[in-house]
């Protein structure tokens, strides 16, 4: 539902502690983005993690343009009107329910995290058009059953969702609990529903996530890993695939000039 005039998260096992004396994910990755919410804490992982991962930067910005391209394009050639953003991040320029009610005012969107600064924060998520809907849950990815829950308040289970699940996964350590994860996301809806997901990867060039990686979890939260792209395209099995299928993110329906490789796959897919 639509909250303008203030903050009512939904709490479906979400956590709710601030540490700023620990680097987290959100904050870290608000930082690469060029954003002020973020602590000493965070900076300091950022800057380090930059020194040995040059790139972070770009992937950053990559994966935030590749959110837009997707919304875009399931919205104004895909007829989607309803959106499941799980890890959604902390709000910045374009967030998902902006992106598609410019063009579907009528859209749904609910975005599902557990970073206490995206709380914070959940008021620039739950704004809305008149005629569509956002919610915000304080959620965590490992429990889909009570985000699938949560969210039937907002979206319609039975009409085409897009879960959106973008670098979140690798939070996930063990490969088949996340494959489990997006099974049990996608079978909960109908066909015509959408998967799209960016995860990153020492391939593509991303040789240096090796030491950045190991660097993150001994410094900040939560644990991260990378995956290859064999494991990742696991994650999308009985899906059918939306043009260019498994690529760096960058290279995903880009615009001119905008396909730069980066170290994170991205890939959309409509569940037949």
């Not at 804490?41 to 959110?67: E, K």
């Not at 975005?111 to 206490?116: E, G, L, Q, R, T």
């Not at 998967?195 to 900040?220: D, I, K, Q, S, Y």
Request: aromatic content about 6%.
């Amino acid at each position: 539902m639509s909250q303008p005039d203030g903050v009512d998260s939904r709490t479906a096992g979400g956590a709710h502690r601030l540490d700023p004396e620990v680097a987290h994910n959100a904050r870290v990755w608000n930082y690469w983005l060029g954003g002020k919410d973020n602590f000493a804490s965070d900076r300091a992982v950022g800057d380090h993690i930059r020194t040995v991962f040059p790139v972070i930067g770009d992937v950053a910005r990559a994966d935030r343009r590749f959110l837009a391209r997707v919304v875009r394009f399931l919205a104004a050639e895909r007829g989607v009107r309803q959106f499941l953003d799980i890890g959604t991040g902390l709000p910045t320029a374009d967030n998902t329910h902006q992106l598609a009610q410019r063009i579907a005012p009528e859209s749904r969107v609910v975005y599902v995290d557990n970073d206490p600064m995206v709380l914070v924060h959940a008021r620039a998520l739950l704004t809305s058009s008149a005629e569509g809907a956002t919610d915000y849950l304080d959620a965590d990815v490992h429990r889909p059953e009570q985000i699938l829950a949560a969210a039937a308040r907002t979206l319609d289970l039975d009409r085409p969702v897009a879960v959106m699940l973008l670098g979140i996964l690798n939070f996930v350590a063990d490969t088949d609990q996340a494959t489990a994860i997006v099974r049990r996301l996608m079978d909960a809806l109908p066909a015509g529903s959408f998967l799209a997901l960016t995860h990153p990867t020492v391939e593509l060039g991303g040789e240096a996530n090796v030491a950045a990686m190991a660097f993150w979890n001994e410094h900040a939260a939560p644990p991260i890993r990378a995956r290859t792209g064999a494991e990742i395209a696991g994650f999308f099995a009985g899906l059918d695939w939306v043009e260019p299928g498994l690529v760096s993110c960058a290279r995903w329906r880009p615009v001119e000039g905008d396909d730069t490789s980066v170290p994170q796959y991205g890939g959309v897919a409509r569940k037949p």
